[in-house]
């Protein structure tokens, strides 16, 4: 009996804390819950309406963060590599206002490329899709190679995106788009390809190799080397995925706005930073996942619309949102802390 109380005691003499634990999911599930609830109540009190019982609301509440969700697919892939990404609204923009330039029709004025209008809408959104694969190309290369921090590479090609995007056409708009091409962003669409996207690339991290040296990498990039992977040879595909995905991104965005313009994906980067360190990827490196993530950017989007919905000025919506961010790091910070313990 003796033996048996002495195995239930900590260290120090006191009894062991339980284990048991909601999986992480589970818990940041239940804090997207409590956010809805919050101002379902609130909806009542203040404006006499349900929140969560308008279906058109809650569509229209995805569709705004489904281009934000496509972004953080692939920035929760580079922060679990103890990385991160600030060019990814820069690459939108660029990748918008190049896809957008391909996608125009002849029917009214005058094109950017006369003799590039009518052209098969796969040709705007390749165009699209290779932009951003470059962009990411670009970011892991520079990395790899000159062995900068990630924070200073993504910032120049942010910079940089940003001013190729203003210079393209001189900062002027760019419509006359053709519907194939509007057809990406109409109705649910966004939605789908977010939804396509994350189960993608969930099955991926969860189950192939590309996800084990992500995992490795990000938990510890000297044992991950001497263990034999091409940690510099990876880096490069995850930022390229990255971009690829902000790439695609960018045309949806263009699609759905039916222009391109030098401006669109401002802060889109803090988002989709802001939607994987909610939906619980650790800024150390070698913890998250895609469904948390997708949480994540339902939590950022039920604030967002829940604020809309109370009549609340716009400016408080970033407030909150910025305190949101930092009660998640704080978060990230004391579930470090209690695995190190």
């Known amino acids: 009996m003796a033996i048996s109380n002495a195995g239930q005691l900590g260290n120090a003499g006191k009894p062991a804390k339980s ?13 997207l819950m409590g956010v809805a609830l919050l101002f379902e109540v609130l909806g009542w009190f203040l404006v006499g309406q349900s929140f969560l019982a308008n279906t058109d609301r809650l569509l229209v509440m995805i569709l705004q963060v489904s281009v934000i969700g496509i972004i953080a697919v692939g920035v929760t892939q580079i922060i679990i590599m103890d990385g991160i990404d600030l060019s990814s609204g820069s690459v939108v923009a660029l990748t918008a206002m190049v896809s957008a330039s391909l996608a125009q029709t002849s029917d009214f004025g005058r094109a950017v490329f006369p003799s590039l209008t009518d052209l098969p809408v796969v040709v705007p959104l390749l165009a699209g899709l290779l932009v951003g694969l470059c962009c990411g190309l670009l970011n892991g290369f520079v990395i790899a ?15 940089t995106a940003r001013g190729l995007a203003k210079w ?7 419509s006359m788009l053709s519907d194939n091409y509007a057809a990406i962003g109409s109705g649910i669409t966004p939605i789908l390809i977010f939804l396509g996207v994350a189960a993608v690339f969930h099955v991926i991290l969860s189950y192939t190799r590309y996800g084990k040296y992500t995992y490795a990498i990000g938990a510890n990039r000297a044992a991950a080397r001497v263990s034999g992977i091409n940690v510099n040879k990876h880096l490069v595909i995850v930022y390229t995925v990255a971009g690829l995905l902000s790439g695609l991104a960018g045309v949806v965005t263009s699609a759905r ?6 401006g669109m994906g401002m802060m889109y980067e803090l988002d989709a930073i802001a ?20 949480i994540g950017v339902l939590i950022l989007g039920v604030v967002t619309s829940g604020f809309t919905f109370l009549r609340i000025d716009a400016y408080y919506q970033e407030i909150v949102k910025g305190v949101i961010i ?4 704080v978060a990230d910070q004391y579930r470090q802390r209690n695995r190190r313990a």
């Open 145 to 159: 190679k000159t062995a900068i921090p990630p924070f200073i590479a993504t910032l120049g090609v942010m910079v």
């Open 275 to 294: 939607a994987a360190v909610i939906g619980g990827t650790s800024l150390a490196g070698g913890v998250g996942r895609i469904t948390g993530t997708v």
């Open 19 to 31: 284990k048991f634990r909601l999986p992480g999911e589970a818990r940041i599930f239940a804090v």
């Open 257 to 262: 706005a039916v222009s391109g313009q030098a």
């Open 168 to 174: 393209y056409t001189e900062g002027e708009p760019i």
């Open 326 to 329: 930092v009660a998640a790091v």
